[in-house]
């Protein structure tokens, strides 16, 4: 069919060009297989309209949906050892970490950073899934202290967004030595009499569950978010024994006293906020 192509105009063409299309233009419920267009998943604040399924977003849609426009203020994660171990299974650390911020366009798994909410100072620390599965290495301990260390010296409520799988394993001790370190910290925040908010999201698993992601003051948890130490495949295997429905899911642990709240996202940013009031300011009004 070459000769054929060779006769057609160039106008036509034009016209009947291939156009490429976006690759983020759809997004597909996990859920229920629903297709989304991604405007209308940013603009219901990426939870499914069809059957309310809250998705996976990255650190700094969490700082956008959370923070007051234009308060925003970055802060650069501190540089840690690369590879500390010359950790190798299938490939290399150093190459999996490489091929993985080439991927995903961050230094590592914590993006932190201080604004406003609700014209209320505050500071954040939010685990990006994306990254390795949100887990917790040097480079991420060493942010989120870094983070508590702004909220103290700003003297404001410090809010952590977990979405973890739970410590390195290529980093082996120095990531486990992460959770008394971040643990220390808070208990400086606590000694100021300084806020400590944590959003459980989907999933919160491993040792970021079993340290400080389990030491808020208050403890919010999105819908039918997993939530606990080991998944319930390896605790059903283990015990030999069927889980109850439900189980390690926000609205369970809620019943059992693990959290205070489960929040929807589309109220998340007002509830945070009137809890701030009520934490901080000294004449408790409620904003609307």
């Known amino acids: 069919m070459s000769w054929f192509k060779n006769i057609v105009p160039p106008g036509l063409k034009k016209i009947f060009k291939r156009r490429e299309v976006p690759d983020n233009l759809w997004l597909k419920c996990p859920e229920c297989d629903s297709m989304i267009f991604h405007k209308d998943a940013k603009e219901s604040l990426f939870v499914c309209p069809e059957c309310d399924h809250h998705l996976k977003v990255t650190a700094e849609v969490r700082f956008e949906q959370l923070l007051d426009e234009g308060s925003i203020d970055y802060i650069d994660c501190p540089d840690v050892p690369v590879d500390p171990l010359k950790f190798k299974d ?10 993985t911020r080439e991927k995903t366009k961050k230094k590592d ?12 100072p505050v500071v954040m ?16 301990g060493e942010s989120i202290v870094l983070a508590i260390e ?10 952590l967004c977990a979405a973890s799988g ?63 130490f080991a ?18 899911k926000s609205e369970y642990l809620l019943d059992h006293g693990m959290v205070d709240m489960v929040v929807h996202r589309k109220d998340l940013r007002k509830k945070v906020s009137n809890i701030i009031d009520i934490l901080v300011n000294k004449n408790n009004n409620i904003r609307p």
Not at 90 to 99: A, C, F, M, N, S
């Open 90 to 99: 299938q490939k290399r650390y150093i190459d999996r970490l490489k091929e």
């Open 109 to 120: 798994s914590i993006l932190i950073g201080s604004g406003f909410l609700n014209a209320n």
């Open 166 to 228: 739970g410590a390195r394993m290529q980093e082996g001790i120095l990531s486990l030595m992460q959770m008394p370190r971040v643990t220390v910290m808070l208990q400086a925040l606590r000694e100021e009499k300084l806020p400590y908010i944590v959003i459980l999201t989907n999933p919160t698993t491993g040792g970021v569950t079993a340290s400080y992601a389990m030491l808020g003051d208050i403890h919010i948890a999105e819908p039918k978010a997993l939530i606990g």
């Open 150 to 159: 702004e909220s103290l010296k700003k003297k404001c409520p410090f809010i």
């Open 125 to 140: 620390a939010v685990h990006d899934f994306s990254f390795m599965g949100g887990s917790l290495g040097m480079a991420a």
């Open 231 to 248: 998944g319930p495949r390896v605790i059903e295997s283990t015990i030999n024994e069927n889980l109850p429905e439900g189980f390690q």
